[in-house]
């Protein structure tokens, strides 16, 4: 078969099987992502104490929204390091968000990046990206990079990791794989996507409260950490490369 006809054939499978195997995960993603579009959408319709519109920040938020959802489809697609290359643009995007809060004029130093780049990387970049106005955004700020380390720059590591060696005969075969090949580490993958979903909604919630006041509206939000522990931490006693995927990247603490 032709080898991109075969990638795409692979590719619709694997959802197949992802819904089969991981259905409670699926629900948990589309409860989670719900509450998140609606906690954010209350900027769009709602002002703070002082009367003032935060609608300018609406953009930022649908691009985290927008990686959010996309991101997850590579998951269910088997293709996890496809997810935190399609997730980290949404991270960015919502660290801003944090700084734009603490001061507007902030948001001129971005519109006027090209402009006057040290300013701009001043502001924006390391730990500069870290805010007082988004919770965790300390935390958030370091998965950002390691997101850059791991899955944006082909260092040793990233090379390496979806690749292998065959031998035949007097040929090596060398080959990278486009889908996910151990179980376990897809299924921590999809427990750290998950729990960092659930700590972003907490923060994102915790900043429109901050903004616009608490939600009348808000339904009880699961406490996915709680209910899916004893999972991860199964998974991370038995597998060093999940505990650091579960632990870097999910923020799970065993």
Same mark, same amino acid.
């Given at each position: 078969?032709?080898?991109?006809?075969? !990638?795409?054939a692979?590719?619709?499978?694997?959802?197949? %099987?992802?819904?089969?195997?991981?259905?409670?995960?699926?629900?948990?993603f589309?409860?989670?992502?719900?509450a998140?579009?609606?906690?954010?959408?209350?900027?769009?319709?709602?002002?703070?104490?002082?009367?003032?519109?935060?609608?300018?920040?609406?953009?930022?938020a649908?691009?985290?929204?927008?990686?959010?959802l996309?991101?997850?489809?590579h %998951?269910s697609?088997?293709?996890?390091?496809?997810?935190?290359?399609t997730?980290?643009?949404?991270?960015? /995007?919502?660290? =801003?968000?944090?700084?734009?809060?603490?001061?507007? /004029? &902030?948001?001129?130093?971005?519109?006027n990046?090209?402009?006057?780049?040290?300013? !701009?990387?001043?502001?924006?970049?390391?730990?500069?990206?870290?805010?007082?106005?988004?919770?965790?955004s300390?935390?958030f #700020?370091?998965?950002?990079g390691?997101?850059n380390d791991?899955? =944006?720059?082909?260092?040793?590591?990233?090379a390496?990791?979806?690749?292998?060696q065959?031998?035949?005969?007097?040929?090596?075969?060398l080959e990278?794989?486009?889908?996910? #090949?151990?179980?376990?580490?897809?299924? /921590?993958?999809?427990?750290? !996507?998950?729990?960092?979903?659930?700590?972003?909604?907490?923060?994102?919630?915790?900043?429109?409260n &901050?903004?616009?006041?608490?939600?009348?509206?808000?339904p009880?939000?699961?406490? !996915?950490?709680?209910?899916?522990?004893?999972?991860?931490?199964?998974? /991370?006693a038995? &597998?060093d490369?999940?505990?650091?995927?579960?632990?870097?990247?999910?923020?799970?603490?065993?």
């Amino acid at each position: 078969m032709d080898e991109y006809l075969s !990638y795409l054939a692979t590719q619709t499978t694997n959802r197949q %099987i992802f819904l089969l195997s991981f259905a409670p995960d699926f629900h948990s993603f589309r409860r989670l992502f719900h509450a998140l579009r609606s906690t954010w959408a209350r900027l769009g319709n709602e002002r703070d104490s002082s009367g003032q519109s935060h609608a300018g920040l609406l953009p930022f938020a649908n691009i985290m929204v927008r990686h959010t959802l996309v991101g997850f489809q590579h %998951i269910s697609s088997y293709q996890s390091f496809l997810a935190w290359l399609t997730f980290r643009p949404g991270l960015e /995007a919502l660290l =801003m968000i944090g700084k734009f809060v603490d001061d507007p /004029a &902030n948001a001129a130093i971005w519109k006027n990046r090209q402009a006057n780049r040290k300013s !701009y990387h001043e502001c924006f970049s390391g730990g500069a990206l870290e805010s007082k106005s988004f919770p965790q955004s300390a935390a958030f #700020r370091q998965i950002l990079g390691r997101l850059n380390d791991d899955f =944006m720059h082909p260092n040793p590591n990233f090379a390496y990791r979806d690749s292998t060696q065959r031998d035949q005969g007097n040929t090596v075969l060398l080959e990278i794989h486009f889908f996910d #090949r151990d179980l376990e580490l897809h299924e /921590a993958h999809i427990l750290a !996507y998950l729990n960092l979903l659930s700590l972003i909604l907490g923060a994102s919630e915790g900043m429109v409260n &901050n903004l616009c006041g608490p939600s009348a509206l808000a339904p009880p939000r699961e406490d !996915y950490s709680k209910q899916q522990n004893l999972r991860a931490a199964k998974i /991370a006693a038995g &597998n060093d490369s999940a505990r650091k995927v579960l632990e870097e990247l999910g923020l799970w603490r065993f």
